[in-house]
């Protein structure tokens, strides 16, 4: 989703593989990166039950998007 002053949101909510992880996030990234104007933000949100079971997938995923990609990423861990 993206919100009217243009972040893209992720929530996960239970878990999924990475593969879909990447598609998600890729089309999302993919669509924020239209507007020339803006970097690409976009805040991914995993329940903490999930991010116990993905954490090192989650957080090597976040490292290389934020490192490799232009833009903006953020974890969070909700309860």
């Known amino acids: 989703m993206i919100d009217s002053e243009g972040i893209g949101h992720i929530r996960i909510i239970r ?3 990475m593969k879909t992880l990447i ?3 890729k089309e999302l990234y993919l669509e924020l990166k239209k507007d020339p104007v803006k970097k690409p933000h976009i805040k991914t949100y995993i329940s ?3 991010y116990e079971e993905m954490s090192d997938n989650m957080k090597h995923f976040h490292d290389f998007a934020v490192s490799c990609m232009d833009g903006t990423f953020e974890l969070i861990v909700i309860s």
């Open 15 to 17: 878990r999924i593989n």
């Open 23 to 25: 598609e998600v996030f």
């Open 48 to 50: 903490h039950s999930i």
